[in-house]
Every structure is written in C-alpha cells, then in structure tokens.
C-alpha cells in the first residue's frame, strides 16, 4: 500500500469514528432527555451498568449494542465506510 493510499485509509477511519461517536453521543442525548437511567437502560439492554457506562464514553466500540440502544431509543444511525 503506498503513502497515499494509507493516508486516504486512516484518514476514513477517522471519519468513521467520529461518526460513531455522534451516534452514540445522540442516543445519549436522547437517554438522558428521557429521564431514563443508566440502570434501567442497562437492565432493558442486558448488559452491566459499567459496560454501558464504557459505551457511553466510547471507551468500547460494540455494533450489537449501537444498534440495539439507537433502536429503543428512536435515534437513527448511520454509519459508512467504504475500502476502495
């Protein structure tokens, strides 16, 4: 791979983490807009309350639960990213 063709990859990558990082920063706009807590989020999705709290921060990146919390939540997502 050359030097170009590398710098257009990472440069899509950070593209696509920021982009990953507004969807989860909007659904978390939407959880606290809603009163709902970190908890009973938690309990509705099946996962700990430290493993949303990650989530949340962006400390882990999990599709499966984007999706899922995007989807109880009413945020939509849409995330691209495209290997030339």
Same mark, same amino acid.
């Given at each position: 791979?050359?030097?170009?063709h #590398?710098?257009?990859?990472?440069?899509?990558i @950070?593209?696509?983490?920021? $982009?990953?990082? +507004? +969807?989860?920063?909007? /659904?978390?706009? *939407?959880?606290?807009? %809603?009163? @709902? $807590?970190?908890? %009973?989020? *938690?309990?509705?999705?099946? /996962? %700990?309350? %430290?493993?949303?709290?990650?989530?949340?921060?962006?400390?882990?990146?999990?599709?499966?639960?984007?999706?899922?919390y995007g989807?109880? #939540?009413?945020?939509? /997502?849409?995330?691209?990213?495209?290997?030339?």
């Amino acid at each position: 791979m050359n030097e170009l063709h #590398m710098h257009t990859l990472v440069d899509k990558i @950070t593209q696509f983490e920021q $982009t990953y990082k +507004a +969807a989860v920063e909007n /659904i978390v706009q *939407a959880r606290k807009q %809603s009163e @709902t $807590t970190q908890e %009973s989020m *938690a309990e509705w999705l099946d /996962i %700990s309350r %430290s493993t949303l709290t990650d989530f949340e921060n962006c400390k882990r990146h999990d599709f499966n639960l984007l999706i899922k919390y995007g989807y109880y #939540m009413g945020v939509d /997502i849409k995330l691209n990213f495209e290997i030339n």
